[in-house]
């Protein structure tokens, strides 16, 4: 065989290493997205505001693509080797890209950001030059016109199985870190393919040989053991021991325990849900103010609270005869019911026959024929995302507005008025757009700081005092006259209505965080 330098070499290609050269490229675009989603998924985890970090990932990582490409014409004509070693530096880089996420967060910010970055434009220039140098090489067996007919219509369908594969298998199945992991494995194997099927074309086969065997059995190692690591990149997010923690199709839900208060918190995409020192005065400022309304509260539904413990103050009225509970995540209502922990928190609040489960999107379930509600409670988390803004929106509002009795109300949890406080008297603003009338009131809760929550009524009034007829641990007559008055730095500000079209609420709450 010819010197590998003569690129007249490889026009002697069989059609097996041209199919080879084929489903190499269907697997380099298939993993140049996974690295995408993954590296865009940790950082909306771990930072928030998810379309500004997709953006940006995968702005750069096309930028990246670009450099790679023009870079690619410095290689020397070995294009096969150099194939190969862009492919051992990808495993390498990307199968590891999470972990170094996760690590990096819990230290300064600038670290993050620097290793996110780095990350994004070294696998996105890496994977620029893969796609050149086997379009130089099949250029030699075929035309120049059917080459790149081949190469860009494998390069996109490789694109559409990755992005499909991430959401419905990847995260679900391995979680981010092992999803990483799991990605290197299938560059490494490719590199490996290559190097078997092409070793007469290259030079360094015995170096390029040993170098992917010792990183595959390094990913081989990291995919198995994924669950430990997990586990060491988790800690540096959480003060306290994980006692569980699941990457649904939905949400990273994870549990903590306190081995020195024995304090439990529920943590949804890296914000904090509850801790349970203090979780009974959201709840029972979230739930007894709307049920100690006189008036018609046989059937409640509640939004979100999969938990379980917004339902257990519920169940202390006995007025109440049926409470939905609708929650997207099957999951979440599953921990409800069988984590002890939790469970015994929620005292088995979702085993309770007046309780019926819907693990449905709440925009889908009110958006649909069903019964009037006398009581809705909305325990969404923050907009810190498009999907959950949509859920405090002005055309949500509306159709809760038609889901409810004539003497119906609502509540809604409405973040806090202090930390975000445009957010707050957003969706003041938002509701007072639906309802004849709001009241705004909030409350401190050690964990989270002051919070706020928002009462809207179809026609009836609110009470001038507002009577609790059931034991509670802190709310009372007293503290809920209180609750209504705000002062010169939580006081009501004027901002904009929410609606699905002009989604302000979700871009007042980043801009909210950053100050």
Known sequence: MTSPSNEKTYSKLSPQQTWILLISILI??????????????????????????FSLTIGFFMFAMGVGAYLSKLLNNDHIQNFIKVEIA???????????????FPMVRALYDVTMYSLILIIGTLVGMEIPILTAVLAQKHSTKDSIANVMSLDYIGALIGSVAFPLFLLPQLGLVRSSFAIGL?????????????????????????????????????TIYGTVLTSYAEKHLYFDQVIYQKQTPYQKIVVTKSATTDDQRLYIDGHIQFSSRDEYRYHESLVHPLLSITGKKENVLILGGGDGLAVREILKHTAVKQIDLVDIDPEMTYLGKQLYQLATLNQHSLNDSKVNIYNQDAFTFINQHGILYDRIIIDM????????????????YTMLNKRMTVDAYLVTQSASPFFTHKTFWCITTTLEAVFKETLSYHVNIPSFGVWGFNLARKTRAFPQHFNFDIETRYINTESMQASTFFGNDTKRVNVPVNTLMEPKLYQLYIDDLKH
């Open 90 to 104: 990808i495993s390498l880089v990307g199968g590891i890209c999470s972990l170094l996420l996760f690590i990096a």
């Open 28 to 53: 380099v675009a298939l993993c140049g997205i996974a690295y995408e989603l993954i590296i865009s998924t940790v950082s909306s985890y771990l930072l928030g505001n998810s379309v500004y970090q």
């Open 381 to 396: 988390p923050d907009p810190h995302n498009e999907a959950i803004n949509k859920l405090y929106s002005k055309e949500f």
């Open 186 to 222: 299938i560059n490494i194997l490719t590199a490996l393919s290559n190097l078997y099927f092409f070793r007469h074309y290259l030079t360094q086969v015995k170096l390029l040989t040993v170098i992917s065997l010792v990183i595959l059995s390094v990913l081989v190692g990291f």
